[in-house]
């Protein structure tokens, strides 16, 4: 059975950090590819941060110098270090594994908020 289970969301100022991670489990953890999504209220889930079983990176421009994507293959597990953060920012984090097939996690709060 396949697990994505996020974590390290929570309430933050603006400005603060946050590092997310989402271990995973029931999949050949290092042929595939990691992403990070996010959906705020009334918002349609989009694009965060992805990296590929090779490493290579990619960002949403809203996010690109303030967000880290990374992976350890040894603990399965995948991060999303995130930096600076806005408001706007605020929503729920989904962790995603892509190859043929794709897998979700349930989801972790980040709320930015003074």
């Known amino acids: 059975q396949v697990q994505l289970v996020e974590s390290g969301g929570g309430l933050v100022q603006p400005g603060g950090s946050l590092r997310l991670s989402c271990a995973a489990s029931?999949?050949?953890?290092?042929?595939?590819?990691m992403g990070w999504y996010r959906q705020a209220p009334g918002k349609q889930r989009e694009l965060v941060a992805t990296?590929?079983?090779?490493?290579?990176?990619n960002y949403a421009g809203s996010v690109k110098g303030r967000f880290t994507i990374s992976r350890d293959n040894a603990k399965t597990t995948v991060y999303l270090q995130m930096n600076s953060l806005k408001p706007e920012d605020t929503a729920v984090y989904f962790c995603?594994?892509?190859?043929?097939?794709?897998?979700w996690g349930q989801g972790t709060q980040v709320t930015v908020s003074s």
């Open positions: 995603n594994a892509q190859r043929r097939d794709s897998y």
């Open positions: 029931g999949i050949i953890f290092s042929i595939y590819n």
């Open positions: 990296i590929t079983s090779g490493g290579s990176t």
